[in-house]
T-cell receptor, first 112, second 113 residues
Framework: QQQVKQSPQSLIVQKGGISIINCAYENTAFDYFPWYQQFPGKGPALLIAIRPDVSEKKEGRFTISFNKSAKQFSLHIMDSQPGDSATYFCAARMDSSYKLIFGSGTRLLVRP | DGGITQSPKYLFRKEGQNVTLSCEQN?????MYWYRQDPGQGLRLIYYSQIVNDFQKGDIAEGYSVSREKKESFPLTVTSAQKNPTAFYLC????????????FGEGSRLTVL
């Protein structure tokens, strides 16, 4: 119940295309859903986050779509660029907790 | 510049040896964390500390130990009891209160020979 399932494991997209990464969870006690971006040899960094009281959040080319009834959320990267090539992790935090539960990660490659 | 500094970046050890990974932060964050990253498994929480002189086990604490004697420092010891210690270790911190934003260091890659 504390798992966050992420797919796909890897993704190849042409420059200018849309990258879509999906995550699903079971525990309805989760109240905060961030996405982290990690470049090779670096630590992850917060990219964008959403709370379950909104269905969508957009920041530049990055959009989170949230479906509370289906317990799913996804990251959309519009106009994908080679510089977006990185590993992306979804995560969820349970209310009243310091702990973040991470998905298994998606390795994105954007071809020029 | 504020941030989290992990050292060493790369570390090799022989089986049966304990090693200590350093994590220092100058962000004035109360909470600090250690995560382990393995290919295809995401980030798994080893230990976390919400305040000085207090820490809690995460999901995979067996074979690891920590201390939190100073706000700025949260070292992780990988003991010989850890069965599969080869991994990428990430230290993180967060601001006080209720937040999901973690600030990560650049990691330490441990290889057991």
């Amino acid at each position: 119940q504390q798992q966050v399932k992420q797919s796909p494991q890897s993704l190849i997209v042409q420059k200018g295309g849309i990258s879509i990464i999906n995550c699903a969870y079971e525990n309805t006690a989760f109240d905060y859903f961030p996405w982290y971006q990690q470049f090779p040899g670096k630590g992850p960094a917060l990219l964008i986050a959403i709370r379950p009281d909104v269905s969508e959040k957009k920041e530049g080319r990055f959009t989170i779509s949230f479906n509370k009834s289906a317990k799913q959320f996804s990251l959309h990267i519009m106009d994908s660029q080679p510089g977006d090539s990185a590993t992306y992790f979804c995560a969820a935090r349970m209310d009243s907790s310091y702990k973040l539960i991470f998905g298994s990660g998606t390795r994105l490659l954007v071809r020029p | 510049d504020g941030g989290i500094t992990q050292s060493p970046k790369y570390l090799f050890r022989k089986e049966g040896q304990n090693v200590t990974l350093s994590c220092e932060q100058n962000l004035n964050h109360d909470a600090m964390y250690w995560y382990r990253q393995d290919p295809g498994q995401g980030l798994r929480l080893i230990y976390y500390s919400q305040i000085v002189n207090d820490f809690q086990k995460g999901d995979i604490a067996e074979g690891y130990s920590v201390s939190r004697e100073k706000k700025e420092s949260f070292p992780l010891t990988v003991t010989s009891a850890q069965k599969n210690p080869t991994a990428f270790y990430l230290c993180a911190s967060s601001i006080p209160g209720y937040t999901g934003e973690l600030f990560f260091g650049e990691g330490s890659r441990l290889t057991v020979l």
